[in-house]
């Protein structure tokens, strides 16, 4: 039990720059990043950071210079060791303003990232997600930050209105699955039926879904479980 104890607060440790202090307590809430000891009025170019919503992930942000800033993702829950998920927008930026965006904390050391897969962005005027160019993104081990894993990515700002949102892939939320099950359940099919199994620690529904030919008895089939660590859920199917 002391070994495990001791293994955990060296995870801790190791990730405390991984995860920083202030990426274990919560998201960035519209956190404007400024240049050390300015006290001037804000500007554009000042940009605002917010992971505060649903699937956000974006525990800390470090200004390295005008055009780098270095992003430090929260753990997944009650497990520091796992940090892999971001999602989260930047606002307050200047037309063709140029930056890099450094992950510096990624907790594995295989990625798609390093086979071509980049992160996803959209923004207000262009609502649907598209992939980044390739040729922008990099995986890489650094030194700065112990060897681990960054993931680097260059970006430019056409439009100061828009707000940017960026993400580790296609987010897919508790509350679009919620919409999809319910909008299956109005269909009254057949096949399917859906019922509330419990409450998750957090309050939400955990749903059972039970798929089979109505000719068949549900006795006769099996259960197997899905979850999505991004999410916050988990759902229950029996085939």
């Known amino acids: 039990m002391e070994r495990k104890m001791e293994e955990n607060m060296r995870d801790v440790d190791a990730g405390s720059e991984a995860g920083g202090e202030d990426a274990l307590v919560g998201n960035v809430n519209k956190l404007m990043v400024t240049p050390p000891g300015y006290i ?13 919503f649903e699937s956000g992930n974006l525990g800390r942000v470090d200004y390295i210079s005008e055009f780098e800033f270095d992003l430090f993702i929260r753990p997944d829950t009650c497990n ?4 892999v998920w971001f999602n989260f927008t930047v606002e307050n930026v200047r037309e063709t303003q140029r930056v890099i965006f450094n992950i510096v904390n990624f907790s594995k050391t295989k990625s798609l990232y390093r086979d071509g897969m980049s992160p996803v962005v959209k923004s207000t005027s262009r609502p649907k997600w598209q992939r980044l160019p390739t040729k922008n993104v990099y995986y890489y081990r650094c030194p700065d930050h ?18 940017y949102q960026f993400a580790y892939c296609y987010p897919y939320t508790y509350t679009r699955l919620q919409h999809y099950l319910e909008s299956l359940e109005r269909r009254n099919l057949d096949y399917l039926q859906r019922e509330q199994l419990g409450l998750s620690v957090q309050q939400r529904r955990l749903d059972l879904l039970t798929i089979t030919s109505p000719d068949i008895s549900p006795l006769s089939s099996f259960s197997y479980s899905t979850c999505s660590r991004a999410a916050g859920l988990q759902t229950v199917l029996e085939v």
């Open 40 to 52: 001037g009025v804000p500007r554009k170019g000042h940009l605002v950071f917010d992971a505060c």
């Open 80 to 83: 520091p060791r796992f940090r």
């Open 146 to 163: 112990r060897r681990n894993y960054v993931m680097s990515f260059a970006f430019c700002f056409d439009r100061e209105e828009d707000v």
